[in-house]
């Protein structure tokens, strides 16, 4: 079947890869740019920081020399990063290339495909408050057609949302209305999106933290112990908390395997709903 798919896909349009954690997104990305010659970039938040190789699940350096990829592991794990300045850096690489884009980020495929709200950059005064208030009052200040388009259990988004509104005095919404063209528009690209049975993608996400507590994860977190900083986007990988608490001896390797793979699946049920909502017109490709 991935014979046929890669075999039936236009060389001339980039390839869109998305689909909830450990589905095998990266695997189908590397068969495709080595079938068809292509670089394969980033669309993974988490992926984008250094710190993290092995706890965000990045490709090994050996998968890295078998393609060129681009947009992993290159900013410091304390620098500001947006869905903005991610989507600036890969118009610069779809102006020369037809790459294979992979991920599970879906405002990532949104803001490429749909266009991005212009939204002033949040003042770092304001994000130390919202940083200081819990959910439930961020929730309480956003405005109520934000909130029934947002997931109110991402505490991320609920955050980003209270910001705009906060320090520009529109809503998330109002601004996202004044959204521009996008990079990419339908006939651009071939979307795919990957899917799997719930008891398929559990088991792989438990092996998976297996994988990485077993094969230098925990080297990982020895070494951003002193920088690790909970706020910042950076540490709030899945998995890396887990993994100091670890190294600092506060809980046991099953507990961080359980507690990160419990945190996955979650995220995991967030991004199949995300997908079903905002991808419905995508290739659907069942990988169990």
Partial sequence: M??????????????????PTATGKSALAMAIAEAQDR?????????????????????SMEEEKCA??????????????????????????????????VGGTGLYFNALTKGLADIPTTPTEIRLIGNTLSLEK???????????????????????A????????????????????PI??????????????????????ENRFNHIIDNGGLDEAKAMLNRFDPSLPSCKAIGAAE???????????NEAVEAASITTR??????????????AEWVQVETS
């Fill in 2 to 19: 991935i014979k046929n798919l890669i075999a039936s896909l236009s060389k001339e349009r980039p390839v869109l890869i998305a689909g």
């Fill in 39 to 59: 670089i394969i970039v980033n669309a993974d938040a988490s992926q984008v920081y250094n710190c993290w190789r092995i706890i965000t699940a990045r490709p």
């Fill in 68 to 101: 060129p990829h681009f947009l992993y592991g290159h900013i410091s794990y304390d620098t500001e990063y947006s869905t903005g300045h991610w989507l600036k850096s890969i118009k610069l690489l779809i102006k020369d290339n037809k790459p294979v884009i």
């Fill in 138 to 160: 961020l929730v309480n200040e956003i405005d109520h057609e934000t909130i029934s388009r947002i997931d109110l259990a991402n505490r991320a988004r609920v955050q980003r």
């Fill in 162 to 181: 209270w910001e705009v509104q906060k320090c520009t005095g529109r809503s998330l919404t109002s601004w996202q209305k004044d959204t521009g063209p």
């Fill in 184 to 205: 990419l528009r339908k006939s651009d690209y071939t979307g795919i999106v990957l899917n799997s049975t719930k008891d398929w993608l559990n088991h792989r996400i």
């Fill in 243 to 253: 993994a100091i608490g670890v190294i600092t001896g506060k809980i046991t390797r």
């Fill in 266 to 279: 979650k995220y995991a049920k967030r991004q199949r709903t995300w997908f079903r909502s905002n991808m």
